[in-house]
């Protein structure tokens, strides 16, 4: 097998040409359908897997049997590494989401290349280590508290109860999460600031209970013109951040553009001279950005350009001109 295939995978990283061809000999190919368990949480474990074409869920259950996916792993990203450090038990339960096609480096295999090719396995393990504990930070004390209170309370912590979008806390414990798979898979993630046009305004004019209302159905025009991709988060008031996985620059201004647009059809038959705009700034990866924090900075500096420049639009990071 071609070591080119393991190019782009995270932990093959800093290998050279000739130590991945032989790495790429110790695994097996295996090829799933749709729909197929792979493993269980509790089986032994004692394989590491790679994605080379299709998509695996995932998951475990919470105490009411209800299903809890952890992760979605697509084509060029790996899973069950731990399998091969320590062949520990499944932590987890993984089905195929499609038609997939897998790379599989068993414990013994990789034993063979750590006493054959030691400096390349130290490499390995290094990235490995690295990335096991990234993963850990971002997941352990959210995924312990789904299981300990099950599915219901899992949604409440992480949705609006107003509008049903996630919330702030969702936003916070997996953006960093939804970079790194971003970069790692060399694909687009484009993040939008969003604010409806004078709201305090709104509010003063209309009363809270109208403008309560006027959120939620905000809400639900998101959900109309957004796909089921989008990720959806009222970030607090009429403040609301959307991310948009695989979409570049383009994409994401055509699906602002849109949102614009809804925006201003809304129609309220108590308040039928009531029309409404919205503003946003947007910044994508890599084409504007390379972190989080550059990402989360620049979309607010394109807002705040977009308000300057009259509202009722969505202008995406233009350099240090903004």
């Not at 050279?16 to 190919?29: G, V």
């Not at 979008?165 to 969702?170: I, K, S």
Request: glycine content about 8%; charged content about 30%.
């Amino acid at each position: 097998m071609d070591g080119n295939i393991l190019k782009n995978i995270a932990i093959f990283e800093g290998q050279d040409e000739e130590d991945l061809d032989l790495i790429a000999k110790e695994m097996k190919r295996y090829e799933f359908s749709a729909g197929d368990i792979l493993f269980q949480e509790g089986d032994p474990g004692d394989e590491m897997f790679v994605v080379i074409k299709g998509a695996v869920s995932i998951f475990i259950k919470d105490q009411t049997g209800e299903e809890v996916m952890l992760a979605e792993i697509r084509e060029g990203s790996y899973f069950g590494e731990m399998s091969i450090i320590d062949q520990t038990s499944r932590s987890a339960t993984c089905r195929t989401l499609e038609d997939t096609v897998l790379l599989a480096l068993h414990a013994d295999d990789f034993t063979r290349i750590t006493s054959t090719m030691p400096e390349s396995a130290s490499k390995m393990m290094n990235r490995m280590l690295s990335i096991i504990v990234e993963r850990l930070m971002k997941t352990g004390a959210f995924v312990t508290q789904m299981v300990q209170y099950g599915e219901e309370s899992r949604k409440r912590a992480i949705t609006d109860p107003a509008t049903g979008l996630f919330n702030r806390r969702y936003l916070e414990e997996s953006f960093d999460g939804l970079v790194t798979k971003a970069k790692t898979e060399g694909s687009y993630l484009s993040f939008v600031m969003f604010d409806m046009d004078r709201f305090g305004s709104l509010n003063t004019k209309y009363g809270q209970e109208f403008c309560d209302r006027l959120i939620v159905e905000s809400a639900d025009v998101f959900r109309e013109v957004f796909s089921q991709d989008d990720i959806l988060v009222r970030y607090g008031g009429d403040e609301f951040i959307f991310l948009f996985p695989g979409a570049d620059a383009k994409a994401a201004q055509e699906k602002c553009n849109a949102l614009c647009c809804a925006i201003r059809e809304m129609r309220f038959a108590e308040h039928e001279e009531l029309r409404l705009s919205c503003s946003m700034g947007f910044a994508t990866l890599p084409e504007h950005a390379s972190t989080m924090d550059e990402l989360k900075d620049r979309s607010d500096k394109a807002l705040y350009q977009a308000k300057e420049a009259g509202r009722d639009r969505a202008l995406g990071w233009a350099g240090d001109t903004i």
